[in-house]
């Protein structure tokens, strides 16, 4: 689950009330494969470390939200009717991580998580309607994650792990790069996941 706040402000040509914020909240839920690899040491029945990284292969859209504005007024300067549409898209996710782990035995452990990610995001929105449009460049945000799983472990190599996460990201900053009034977007993204994970041990 992808859970967004965040708001838009008209900027340098508008001064104290005239200036206009819009504020938004969004949630996506969205289920995603994942490849990983680790190195672990020292969980042959007592305390180990796990370090490994993570990458979420291809995209997806974390979400999409339309409006339509019809002029109210004939005579306004700038006529701006038409749809609206914000959408955002993230590619190239990629988690840094560690899991201090105890294992109970030689095949069922617990263990933490701890991690630091970073991803892509594309703006791909439909907004350019009117002299006041505006339109956004891409951004890269980092983010901190933690977590908690349990894995188990067979003599034959293949193990298994059922893991709860939750990743808090970077305020993301934008600016408008069209349009008479610069704007700005500031949004803050977090997840929350629960996973299930299947691996072998060479």
């Known amino acids: ?30 289920e995603y494969p994942a490849l990983f690899i680790e190195a672990t040491a020292g969980t042959a029945g007592g305390f180990g470390m796990t370090v490994g ?3 979420i292969p291809g995209s997806t859209s974390i979400g999409s939200k339309t409006r339509t504005d019809t002029t109210s007024d004939a005579d306004e300067d700038s006529q701006d009717d038409g749809t609206y549409t914000a959408k955002a898209e993230v590619d190239d996710h990629i988690t840094f991580y560690l899991e201090p782990t105890y294992m109970l035995n030689d095949n069922f452990g617990l263990y933490g998580k701890l991690g630091a990610t970073h991803v892509n995001i594309k703006s791909l929105e439909t907004i350019n309607v009117g002299a006041d449009s505006s339109a956004y460049g891409d951004k890269g945000a980092w983010g901190g994650m933690v977590g908690a799983g349990f894995k188990a472990v067979h003599g034959s190599g293949l193990f298994l792990k059922l893991e ?3 990743t808090e ?10 349009g008479t009034k610069a704007k700005n977007i500031v949004a803050k993204p977090e997840q929350t996941a629960g996973r299930i994970a299947i691996g072998f041990n060479f």
């Open 1 to 30: 689950t992808f859970d967004t706040t965040g708001s838009e402000t008209e900027g340098s040509t508008e001064t104290g009330s005239d200036k206009e914020t819009n504020s938004g909240s969004h949630s996506h839920d969205v």
């Open 53 to 55: 990284v993570e990458i």
């Open 164 to 166: 709860v996460m939750k």
């Open 169 to 178: 990201y970077s305020e993301i900053k934008l600016k408008s790069t069209s």
